[in-house]
Nanobody, 125 residues
Framework: QLVESGGGLVQPGGSLRLSCIFS????????IGWFRQAPGKEREGVSC????????YYSDSVKGRFTISRDNAAKTVFLQMTILKPEDTAVYYC????????????????????WGQGTQVTVSA
């Protein structure tokens, strides 16, 4: 029920914007998170936007470079990624949770009820 798009190959320093469409009537009530998984590594939280008040959270590795936003009318969440680095290379997933997530829990994978199939982001010269 979640569909990601916008991935691709980009040079270091470049930008990409990922989109996540979640076609559910109650989209407004879902917290949406972005996660990524690089080869041989565990899936990790990248960013999250709360349903309750629109609060946003970022991992330390992307803070200041990535921006998450949501368009409730379009049932879409965006992840604007700038100043991309080779270490950002991964499959990026969006996930939805019908509950509030705060600054200490947003990155915890259990509880996210719906997941997309992922979109590949490759940062390479």
């Amino acid at each position: 029920q979640l569909v990601e798009s916008g991935g691709g190959l980009v040079q270091p320093g470049g930008s990409l914007r990922l989109s996540c469409i979640f076609s559910k009537d109650t989209f407004d009530y879902y917290t949406i998170g972005w996660f990524r998984q690089a080869p041989g590594k565990e899936r990790e939280g990248v960013s999250c936007i709360s349903a309750k008040d629109g609060s946003t959270y970022y991992s330390d590795s992307v803070k200041g470079r990535f921006t998450i936003s949501r368009d409730n009318a379009a049932k879409t969440v965006f992840l604007q990624m700038t100043i991309l680095k080779p270490e950002d290379t991964a499959v990026y997933y969006c996930a939805a949770d019908f509950s509030f997530r705060g600054p200490t829990t947003w990155h915890e994978i259990p509880g996210y009820d719906y997941w997309g199939q992922g979109t590949q982001v490759t940062v390479s010269a």
